[in-house]
């Protein structure tokens, strides 16, 4: 298996909703990723953990709350969200201590719309 | 002045002619190079990773790192429609380093 799989695919949230983004990997990566990416623009790093521990947040507005509950899964929780929030979000993975020297792999993402 | 700095274009050719993508960086602590493919809607895709000067070949594809120039460049040899996306370059400074540091993206149209 060597895929990321992100789910769900498409999301539509009202500003006082709350909801969870979820990421699953099964490579044995042991550092993984959330990206946010606007149209037309590079992702843009949100958080890193690594070993199932926090260890890069891009200065992230608290509305964003990352968890990684085990080696295979991470998920970022959503709640009172603007509308300049909606975007893609990218969730990513990467071989253990070898960081990003070989690439990331990439989930195709979940656009998320804020109303 | 940004640390990768990608020409978004868009870049149009027919099916068959040679694409030519390049990005140029200011930072010389940066050791591994990648390019990365974007379709519409989707992920980045990994198509190559390279961490010295010089060339490396994969099917169709080949990049080349410059280091002295701070210039990476990707070639894609006979074009296809189904190449028709958004390139992105990316580097990083070392191996234990997690942030990646992406170009702006360029996108390429193929016609058939």
């Known amino acids: 298996d060597t895929e990321v799989t992100q789910t769900p695919k498409h999301l539509v949230m009202g500003m006082t909703n709350k909801k969870s983004l979820k990421c699953e990997q099964h490579?044995?990566?042991?550092?993984m990723y959330w990206y946010k990416q606007k149209a037309k623009k590079p992702p843009e790093l949100m958080f890193v953990?690594?070993?199932?521990?926090?260890?890069i947040n891009e200065s992230v507005p608290s509305r964003f709350s990352p968890e990684c509950p085990n080696s295979s899964l991470l998920n970022l929780h959503l709640h009172a969200l603007q509308p300049e929030d909606s975007a893609l979000y990218l969730c990513?993975?990467?071989?253990?201590?070898?960081?990003?020297?070989?690439?990331?792999?990439f989930g195709s993402g979940t656009r998320l719309t804020v109303v | 002045q940004k640390e990768v700095e990608q020409d978004p274009g868009p870049l149009s050719v027919p099916e068959g002619a040679i694409v030519s993508l390049n990005c140029t960086y200011s930072?010389?602590?940066?050791?591994?190079f990648m390019w990365y493919r974007q379709y519409s809607r989707k992920g980045p895709e990994l198509l190559m990773y390279?961490?010295?000067?010089g060339n490396k070949e994969d099917g169709r594809f080949t990049a080349q790192v410059d280091k002295s120039s701070k210039y990476i460049s990707l070639f894609i040899r006979d074009s296809q429609p189904s190449d028709s996306a958004t390139y992105l370059c990316?580097?990083?400074?070392?191996?234990?380093?997690?942030?990646?540091?992406f170009g702006a993206g360029t996108t390429v149209t193929v016609r058939a």
């Open positions: 390279t961490y010295s000067s």
């Open positions: 490579m044995g990566h042991r550092a």
């Open positions: 990513a993975s990467s071989p253990p201590g070898q960081g990003t020297p070989y690439g990331y792999t």
């Open positions: 953990y690594s070993y199932e521990k926090l260890s």
């Open positions: 990316a580097m990083s400074r070392r191996g234990n380093d997690y942030k990646l540091s």
């Open positions: 930072n010389s602590a940066f050791q591994y």
